[in-house]
């Protein structure tokens, strides 16, 4: 859905809203849902191969040695629903420990990145039906069916989780249990609780790939809204907040500064920050006290031999 603004220019009219009413806030955010265009899509599949973000490799790690048991409780012919598949890479461990898996369908925000990861696993398992689902997962305006016969399971891996607040996780659980039904399971994973001297170098490499990232959102802002950001006047800054228990992401001023996007104009101050993401760390225990008040039932986990990261599979309650 477009926006028509200022004549002859349309805008992405979510896109557009949220922007304006995020920069508008007394202290500046946006969801990090909109990081993952095309480009930022790119940029954080490069972000999981960086040696600093462990990750990607330690939830690898544990779903190549772990999926056989998490396939067996879940049995045959299942129907496999991925929330933010983006290259559907950790997928096809899934895939692979199966029984005969029907259907899969992927939900990923960014259309043509989506196309792209599906080809292959098309290719690669021909009689699976794969389901390609672009869109937001935790849009309402996202409507699509599976059936309810069978072993349906979510997957929802990277700790995508820890993006989300209570309320949206407790909003995402309870769609997720309505969509998947009765006799569904739902596969997460989690990143746990460290040291901040871990977490720090995760979200802000020594290559800068992760600052090309977040920066990315301010060039997609000039891109989509004709907005006149100087991309360069921000810096990438990732801080450990222990009250939340969180890693964030901001971008932050590095001089006074104007500028306009659609048309409303705007100013920060140096050292004033947009913040962007949120990405959560979490006790296993807490993951389980938000599936039990939302209609999920712990059925077993697994975790790397640090603690670092954990692997939860939930049944329907």
């Known amino acids: 859905m477009t926006k028509v603004v200022a004549g002859t220019h349309t805008f992405p009219i979510a896109f557009l809203n949220?922007?304006?009413?995020?920069?508008?806030?007394?202290?500046?955010?946006?969801?990090?849902?909109?990081?993952?265009?095309?480009?930022?899509?790119?940029?954080?599949?490069?972000?999981?191969?960086?040696?600093?973000?462990?990750?990607?490799?330690?939830?690898?790690?544990?779903l190549t040695k772990s999926t056989p048991d998490f396939a067996q409780a879940i049995g045959p012919e299942a129907s496999v629903v991925e929330y933010g598949a983006g290259a559907a890479?950790?997928?096809?461990?899934?895939?692979?420990?199966?029984?005969?898996?029907?259907?899969?369908?992927?939900?990923?925000?960014?259309?043509?990145?989506?196309?792209?990861?599906?080809?292959?696993?098309?290719?690669?398992?021909?009689?699976?039906?794969?389901?390609?689902?672009?869109?937001?997962?935790?849009?309402?305006?996202?409507?699509?069916?599976?059936?309810?016969?069978?072993?349906?399971?979510?997957?929802?891996?990277?700790?995508?989780?820890?993006?989300?607040?209570?309320?949206?996780?407790?909003?995402?659980?309870?769609?997720?249990?309505?969509?998947?039904?009765?006799?569904?399971?739902?596969l997460l994973g989690a990143d746990l609780r460290k040291d901040p001297s871990i977490l720090i170098p995760a979200y802000d490499d020594a290559a800068g790939v992760t600052a090309r990232f977040n920066k990315n959102l301010l060039v997609r802002i000039n891109r989509e809204l004709r907005g006149t950001i100087e991309v360069d006047q921000f810096a990438h800054e990732a801080r450990w907040n222990e009250h939340h228990g969180r890693i964030e992401m901001h971008l932050e001023s590095l001089e006074d500064q104007t500028f306009t996007i659609a048309g409303e104009r705007f100013r920060m101050q140096q050292g004033e920050t947009i913040h962007t993401e949120n990405s959560r760390k979490f006790h296993i225990t807490d993951v389980e006290?938000?599936?039990?008040?939302?209609?999920?039932?712990?059925?077993?986990?697994?975790?790397?031999p640090y603690g670092l990261f954990a692997v939860i599979l939930l049944q329907a309650a």
């Open 18 to 62: 949220e922007v304006l009413e995020g920069f508008s806030k007394q202290v500046k955010s946006l969801s990090p849902r909109w990081l993952y265009d095309d480009a930022g899509s790119a940029l954080f599949e490069q972000i999981t191969e960086l040696p600093e973000y462990y990750v990607t490799r330690v939830e690898t790690t544990i």
């Open 89 to 186: 890479v950790k997928t096809r461990h899934l895939l692979d420990a199966l029984e005969r898996p029907a259907n899969y369908y992927a939900i990923d925000i960014s259309a043509d990145h989506l196309t792209g990861a599906l080809a292959g696993i098309d290719q690669d398992y021909p009689d699976l039906t794969v389901h390609p689902v672009p869109g937001d997962f935790l849009s309402d305006d996202l409507k699509f069916e599976v059936g309810t016969n069978g072993n349906n399971v979510g997957f929802f891996p990277g700790s995508t989780i820890g993006n989300l607040t209570d309320e949206q996780i407790s909003a995402f659980m309870s769609q997720a249990r309505k969509l998947l039904g009765p006799q569904s399971w739902f």
């Open 289 to 304: 006290e938000l599936a039990r008040a939302n209609g999920w039932e712990p059925a077993l986990h697994r975790s790397d």
